[in-house]
């Protein structure tokens, strides 16, 4: 059985559809705060299986300590954390905190039962302000937040831990940027409050819960002046986690891998994909430059090519389609 930790979340709920479908039995354990039951009831809709949900915060010892006594995990995907950049600036502690206990937590309590594979959620922000792209690798990494430091230092950790522990298999994922939804519309991202990111800003525009976009800076070194991204469809980063359960179960150790395209698309790129595949118009005005925000970033996708065998297969219309289709449905997402 497979524990997502934060599998009721964006990234957790497609993972665990695809685990579904590749075979798996899976639990989840999600404290639901930045995601809603609602979302593991839509997942037994969408995969007419009951799914096993904990509410648990997973930096609780004694709670994880009992989950693990009950259920035969074999591996973990952790998913739980805090993700909002901007938060971790202003409360770097709540951060350092949370991120770091839970790994910890899951961790230790893996070592104490012999639950030898752990995928974590990295992300590409370690690569902090890359020196050039395409990203692989082995490029040197440092960040420019909080957030982003949580990430970092956890990598280091399971790096450690690996290292010492020969039974351990550590997969580190670092995602670039996921979009899209499950092509149901049934599940999708469905951020607290004002989007910080680009598309649910842009689906919350479409749908006219906000005005128009504001596009942060058209200065950049890059085609048209905005930001470059590489954009994956969330369903086919959900793909890349079956992928490395499997590497995992076969290989000792700890390897890391970015879960991109690599392709990188323009801000203003975007919106035109977007409106183009929607017949839809998303008004927008030209802003200054989001502190902390680089040029370029997008992902040398071989290493995981080659290793995982795993490629994204989706283009950026059917991404910008099935984000569209989840917010159009589901207007307050959720609720
Ligand atoms: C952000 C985080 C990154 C995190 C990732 C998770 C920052 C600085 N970085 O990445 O650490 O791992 O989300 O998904 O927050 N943009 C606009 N207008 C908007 C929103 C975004 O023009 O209203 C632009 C940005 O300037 C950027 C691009 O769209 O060029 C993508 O932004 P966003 O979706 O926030 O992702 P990242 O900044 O790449």
């Avoid at 950049?85 to 012999?114: C, W």
Wanted: aromatic residues 10%; proline residues 4%; glycine residues 8%.
């Amino acid at each position: 059985m497979v524990l997502l930790t934060g599998g009721a979340g964006y990234i957790g709920s497609h993972t665990c559809i695809e685990l579904i479908n590749s075979g798996y039995d899976v639990l989840i354990a999600d404290d639901f705060s930045n995601s809603k039951p609602e979302a593991v009831r839509r997942l037994e809709e969408i995969t007419g299986r009951k799914i096993p949900l904990v509410n648990i915060d997973v930096a609780d010892k004694e709670a994880v300590e009992k989950l693990f006594n009950e259920n035969e995990i074999d591996a973990v995907v952790h998913f739980a954390g805090y993700k909002a950049v901007g938060e971790s600036v202003q409360f770097p502690l709540k951060y350092y905190r949370n991120n770091i206990d839970t790994a910890l937590t899951i961790l230790e309590t893996m070592e104490r039962h012999d639950v030898h594979n752990f995928i974590f959620s990295s992300s590409a922000t370690v690569y902090g302000i890359p020196e050039s792209v395409p990203l692989h690798e082995e490029m040197k990494t440092g960040c420019t937040n909080p957030y982003g430091f949580t990430k970092l230092m956890i990598e280091q950790i399971l790096r450690d831990a690996a290292f010492a522990n020969p039974k351990l298999s550590v997969v580190l994922l670092r995602y670039f940027n996921p979009i899209g939804a499950h092509e149901s519309g049934r599940i999708g991202e469905d951020p607290n409050g004002i989007p910080n990111n680009l598309l649910p800003f842009i689906t919350q525009v479409a749908v006219g819960k906000l005005p128009e976009l504001g596009v942060f800076g058209n200065d950049y070194n890059t085609h048209d002046g905005t930001g470059v991204r590489d954009y994956i469809h969330v369903v086919d980063l959900a793909k890349g986690h079956v992928a490395a359960i499997g590497y995992a179960k076969e290989n000792k150790g700890c390897e890391v891998f970015n879960l991109g395209t690599g392709t990188g698309y323009s801000v203003l790129d975007i919106v035109k994909a977007f409106e183009k595949v929607n017949n839809l118009k998303i008004p927008y005005t030209i802003k200054e430059r989001r502190p902390g925000d680089i040029d370029e970033c997008y992902a040398d996708p071989k290493k995981a090519r080659e290793k995982l065998h795993w490629t994204a297969e989706k283009t950026i219309e059917d991404m910008c389609r099935d984000s569209w289709n989840w917010q159009s449905h589901n207007q307050n997402g959720y609720e």
